[in-house]
């Protein structure tokens, strides 16, 4: 067990000297117990906790062999890429000749697909999407704009409200919808939630050389639009939108239906009494089975009629059972009401399959927390370090000179950021910066020892004293 032990130290990790295991560096009157005598809690309140060790979990380590070794201290690359190119996604701003920079409540105004007058497959009508900033909470949105287009009917309007309730992570929210003539026309805009970094289904699966989908992947996405559709069905509305121009794919396979309510509420507007909605219900079934062949041939043409029997027989030959009779049930003419409920058989312990994956996604999105946990924390206190030393007035300060308490803080930064070796060279550790900044941050009353840079002053101070220093500089600065 020792030599298994031995095998890996977690305070040699990187080049660096760790804490030991368990080392903690609050007080001992911050200690607390749960008044048991046979059990103390060596627990202490969340801020004063120090950042020790950045330790896997072994549930997670072992769903991923390079955790163990490669990614100790930072959440994993894969993960850190993703999070960027979405906040680049979300960051990116520039001006475009003819879009105005202000709609309504809306500011920076970037289109995110060609602008053109031609009116969309779908909506009939010509649509642009834009992402824009909203000024009351400043959190970015996509405003599908329906160009040349008035709402003048109050069942429009009713229309969005009902759309408004519904919140499900796999339909991307309505917000808002308004008229404007801010594009030198009357328009119609719909205000819905922004997914930063995404594409659409036709581009991910329909576009280059596309080819059949993977089973395990295409039980991820109906498990998923299943969902989506049950729940708008619930709320007695349709979906209208199931084709692969209009579902957008976030990261590897998360599905979110887009362009919801924007039928919905053009054809209220035109149309005096409100159609019935169970035929597009039922035309939404019909177009998931469209959807889910088209997937299986890896081809939108495998729908076509004279192409249909051909492509059954692909799906039966390739793909279980279950693809082959869900696709035929969605398809069939409809002999009675069909339900997305009439699915679930189909779908069985599938369900249970993705289950476990997005526990275990959780899992990892967790552990990656865990590393980053106390970064903010340590960012403060360093902050606060660099604010009140070296300020340019303080060098005719008398009290920072080489006496007082100020003049401590000034020597601190130079041992946790200045240290050099036995020989004189710069010894660059951050575990030793770590250390010292969690020491610091909690006021431990653990020593330390300030040598002056011509080395004729020594001074053993502990971090609460050094804890108080800092704090008194900092409220000076701020009065």
């Not at 105004?109 to 007058?117: A, K, M, S, V």
């Amino acid at each position: 067990a020792a030599a298994a032990a031995s095998a890996f130290d977690p305070g040699s990790a990187g080049g660096h000297n760790y804490p030991p295991h368990g080392t903690v560096f609050y007080p001992p009157e911050q200690i607390y117990t749960d008044g048991s005598q046979q059990q103390q809690l060596m627990v202490a309140p969340a801020a004063q906790l120090p950042m020790t060790f950045p330790y896997n979990l072994p549930h997670v380590a072992r769903e991923d062999a390079t955790l163990a070794r490669n990614n100790l201290l930072n959440m994993h690359s894969d993960l850190r890429n993703e999070l960027l190119r979405r906040q680049a996604a979300i960051a990116i701003a520039f001006e475009v000749q003819g879009v105005p920079q202000e709609v309504d409540n809306y500011h920076t105004l970037i289109p995110l697909e060609h602008q053109t007058t031609e009116a969309s497959q779908t909506l009939m009508l010509p649509s642009v999407v834009y992402k824009a900033f909203s000024v009351l909470d400043g959190m970015p949105y996509a405003l599908r704009r329906i160009a040349g287009y008035r709402l003048t009917e109050q069942k429009a309007m009713q229309c969005v409200d009902h759309w408004k309730k519904i919140n499900h992570p796999n339909i991307i929210s309505l917000r808002e919808a308004f008229t404007t003539k801010d594009f030198a026309d009357h328009s119609v805009v719909f205000v819905h939630d922004y997914h930063p970094n995404c594409e659409n289904l036709l581009r991910r699966h329909f576009t280059g050389t596309p080819g059949p989908i993977q089973e395990q992947l295409l039980w991820t996405y109906i498990i998923q639009l299943t969902s989506a559709l049950r729940t708008i069905h619930a709320h007695n509305l349709a979906c209208r939108v199931v084709e692969p121009s209009k579902i957008l794919v976030s990261g590897t396979s998360r599905l979110l239906i887009s362009t919801t309510c924007v039928i919905d509420a053009l054809q209220c507007d035109t149309q005096q009494a409100s159609p019935p909605v169970l035929p597009y219900q039922q035309e939404d079934l019909a177009c998931l089975g469209r959807l889910i062949l088209s997937l299986c041939c890896g081809s939108l043409n495998a729908v076509a009629r004279d192409a249909l029997p051909q492509s059954m027989a692909l799906v039966k030959q390739h793909f279980s059972e279950d693809v082959y009779n869900m696709i035929r049930y969605l398809l069939a003419p409809a002999r009675g009401v069909k339900s997305v409920n009439e699915l679930m058989p189909m779908i069985g312990a599938r369900f249970y399959i993705e289950l476990e994956a997005s526990a275990r996604y959780v899992d990892l999105l967790e552990s990656d927390m865990m590393k980053e946990l106390q970064n903010g924390r340590l960012f403060r206190i360093a902050t606060k370090l660099m604010f009140v030393t070296d300020r340019p007035e303080q060098k005719r300060d008398p009290r920072w000179a080489e006496t007082g308490d100020h003049y401590l803080l000034k020597l601190l930064k130079s041992y946790i950021y200045h240290p050099v070796s036995e020989s004189g060279e710069p010894w660059l550790d951050l575990a030793h910066v770590v250390q010292c900044l969690n020491k610091l941050d909690i006021g431990s009353p653990e020593h330390c020892c300030l040598t002056s840079p011509d080395e004729k002053t020594i001074m053993v101070v502990s971090y609460k004293d050094l804890k108080r220093c800092l704090t008194s500089a900092y409220n000076e600065l701020k009065r």
